[in-house]
C-alpha cells in the first residue's frame, strides 16, 4: 500500500488514488492526518463536505458545500489551513469543465504545505491538462494483513469466535477487494453460523463468481494432471523440475522464480490441457485471461482491464495466468496506431513490462496456434524462460494418448489393439484421436455392444484431421521451432523432403530491411 505521509512531506500536495478500497484509503487518511496533527475533510456530491473525527467514524457535515466548485474555493480559504481533504469521484465532474480544472491548476501552482488534496476514485481518469500536476497512485488489492483485518472485523459484527486458525479463509479470499471479502465472509456466517476452514468453499464460490463477473478473467478449477497427458515427455519433465522453484529453498538457492512458458503449435495437441495441469501438479490456483475481451470500446479501458487483470492474478499468487490463443487477442498489432489509436500496443506493451519486472510468483502459460500472428517482443528471451512447440504425436505418444483416453471413459486399455489403433492415426491430434474414440463408444453403444478395437479404427477413417488441410503450415511451423523453440516431445517428426533447406519463416511483423544486407 501506498504511504501517504511521505508523498505530503514529499511537498506532493495532489495525489489521486485510484481504487475500490474507500475503507482502506479512509482509514490511511486518517492515520496520516493524526501523525501530521491534522484535521481530515470528506466530500462527495451526495452528502457535500465533512470534517471526520475519531478515526473516521464520527462527521460533522460543513453546510453549502455540495457544489463541486465551492468545495475548491473552501478548500483554498483559511478554513482548510492544516488539513487533508478527500474528493470522491471528482473526476466525473472534470470532465469538459473548464473552470475546475483551472482551479486544480491553481491548487497545484500555488503548492500548499499546510494542507493536502485527495482525489479518490475507481479508475483511471483525469484531463490532459493536469497529468503533469497530479501525482497517481494506483492502489494494489489488499493483501493478507489487510483480509485478516476485515475477516475479524466481520467475525464481531455477527458475535461469532474469531477461528484461531485464520490463514486459510484469508488466503482463500486473495484476489478480492475488503468489501468484496466482506461481503464473502458474511455469505458464510449467514449460511452456517459460522467462520472455520469448512466454509472455505463457499469463500472460494463468491471469489469465482465475482472474478468472473469482471467480463475478462475467469477462475478455473483444475482437474487435469500432467499424467492426463499423452506425451509431451520434454514439456513434463520441465515443468515438474519447474515446480520445485517456487519453494523457499530455490530462493536460497539463489534460483528465481520461474515467469512462465509459452505454447505454440498445431490445434488439439494438449497446450490447454497443460495449462490446466500446470495448475494441479503445483495446486496454485488458474486465472484465465481471456486477451479478446480486455479491449474495450472506451479509450484507456482496455489498458484499465489488463492491471486490474494482472493485480488479480498477482493478489492470488502464488498462481497460474492462463493466457489461451493469445495471437487471437494481439491480432491488431500490425495496424494498431492506425485503426485503434495504438489500444493494441499499449496492452501488449503493459503485458510485457509486467513479464519483464513482476515480483510475485505468478507462473504465465501463453498458448498460441498461430506463430504467424505473434508480436516478436513476446518471443524474446527473458519474458518467458522458455518457448516450446507442441507438435502431433507420433505413435509411441499416440498410443500414450490411446490409453489415457480409454481409461477415462472406464475401459481398460489390455482388452486392445494398441498398437493398431495407432497406426490407424497418423497426423491426428490429441484432441482428434479423443473424439474418435467418443465416435466409437456411441457407434458401439447404438448397437448394444461393447466397444471394440474394429468400432475405433473405423471411426479413426471416418475422421478427416486437420493436420491435411494445414501441411503447408505445420512444415512451416516445424522449420521455425527447430531453430526458436524446444520441441515439447522427445518423439519428433522427421523433416519431409521438401522442407529441407528452406529458409527459417520470419513472422509478419519482422520487417524485411534491404539496406542491412548491404
Not at 494432471?225 to 513434463?236: A, Y
Request: charged share 30%; hydrophobic share 40%.
Amino acid at each position: 500500500m501506498f504511504n501517504l505521509g511521505i508523498l505530503i512531506r514529499s511537498s506532493i500536495n495532489i495525489v489521486q488514488v485510484i481504487s475500490y478500497e474507500t475503507m482502506r484509503i479512509e482509514g490511511q487518511i486518517s492515520q496520516t492526518a493524526t501523525e501530521l496533527k491534522r484535521d481530515w475533510y470528506k466530500w462527495n456530491i451526495d452528502a457535500g463536505l465533512k470534517k471526520m473525527y475519531n478515526n473516521g467514524t464520527k462527521s460533522e457535515k460543513i453546510d453549502n458545500m455540495e457544489d463541486a466548485l465551492f468545495v475548491l474555493d473552501w478548500y483554498q480559504s483559511d478554513e482548510a489551513k492544516d488539513s487533508i481533504l478527500m474528493l470522491q469521484e471528482y473526476d466525473l465532474f472534470l470532465r469538459d469543465n473548464p473552470r475546475l480544472i483551472s482551479k486544480i491548476r491553481d491548487i497545484a501552482y500555488n503548492d500548499y504545505k499546510d494542507r493536502s488534496l485527495v482525489l479518490l476514485q475507481t479508475k483511471r481518469s483525469l484531463p490532459l491538462e493536469l497529468e503533469k500536476d497530479v501525482y497517481i497512485v494506483e492502489e494494489d488489492l489488499p493483501e493478507r494483513s489487510d483480509l485478516k483485518v476485515m475477516l475479524k472485523a466481520t467475525c464481531r459484527q455477527y458475535n461469532i469466535p474469531i477461528n484461531e486458525n485464520i490463514e486459510k479463509l484469508v488466503e482463500s479470499a486473495l484476489g478480492l477487494t475488503v468489501m468484496e471479502a466482506k461481503r464473502a465472509f458474511s455469505k458464510a456466517i449467514v449460511q452456517t453460523g459460522q467462520l472455520t476452514e469448512k466454509e472455505i468453499p463457499i469463500i472460494i464460490s463468491e471469489k469465482e463468481a465475482i472474478i468472473k463477473n469482471s467480463g475478462h478473467l475467469e477462475y478455473y478449477h483444475h482437474n487435469e494432471t500432467l499424467d492426463d497427458i499423452g506425451g509431451l515427455d520434454v514439456l513434463k519433465n520441465w515443468l515438474r523440475r519447474r515446480g520445485r522453484a517456487f519453494e523457499q529453498g530455490a530462493k536460497d538457492y539463489g534460483l528465481e522464480t520461474p515467469r512462465g512458458i509459452l505454447l505454440l503449435g498445431i490445434p488439439g495437441t494438449g497446450k490447454s490441457l497443460c495449462a490446466k495441469a500446470v495448475g494441479a501438479a503445483w495446486q496454485f490456483p488458474i486465472i484465465k485471461l481471456d486477451m479478446g475481451k480486455v479491449f474495450a470500446g472506451i479509450v484507456g479501458e482496455s489498458e484499465s482491464n489488463i492491471r486490474k487483470a494482472l493485480k488479480i492474478a498477482e493478489a492470488v499468487s502464488p498462481s497460474v495466468l492462463w493466457i489461451d490463443e493469445i495471437e487471437k487477442g494481439l491480432s491488431g498489432m500490425q495496424s494498431s496506431g492506425s485503426t485503434d489509436g495504438g489500444t493494441t500496443s499499449r496492452v501488449l506493451g503493459t503485458f510485457l513490462t509486467w513479464m519483464q519486472e513482476k515480483k510475485k510468483p505468478v507462473f504465465v502459460v501463453a498458448t498460441a496456434n498461430d506463430i504467424s500472428g505473434l508480436p516478436p517482443e513476446l518471443l524474446r528471451k527473458g519474458r518467458v524462460d522458455e518457448i516450446f512447440f507442441v507438435d502431433l504425436p507420433l505413435k509411441p505418444d499416440r498410443e500414450e494418448i490411446i490409453k489415457i483416453h480409454l481409461g477415462k471413459y472406464k475401459r481398460n486399455p489390455d482388452n486392445f489393439d494398441i498398437s493398431k489403433i495407432a497406426d490407424s492415426c497418423e497426423f491426428f491430434s490429441g484432441a482428434e484421436i479423443e473424439e474418435a474414440i467418443k465416435e466409437a463408444l456411441f457407434k458401439a453403444f447404438d448397437e448394444d455392444k461393447e466397444v471394440t478395437t474394429e468400432h475405433i479404427i473405423e471411426a479413426m477413417k471416418k475422421t478427416y484431421p486437420i493436420s491435411t488441410t494445414m501441411k503447408e503450415n505445420i512444415n512451416n511451423m516445424r522449420i521455425w521451432s527447430k531453430a526458436r523453440a524446444v520441441l515439447a516431445s522427445s518423439n519428433t517428426w522427421e523433416e519431409d523432403e521438401a522442407s529441407k533447406g528452406k529458409p527459417i519463416p520470419k513472422l509478419k511483423q519482422e520487417q524485411y530491411n534491404p539496406f542491412a544486407e548491404q
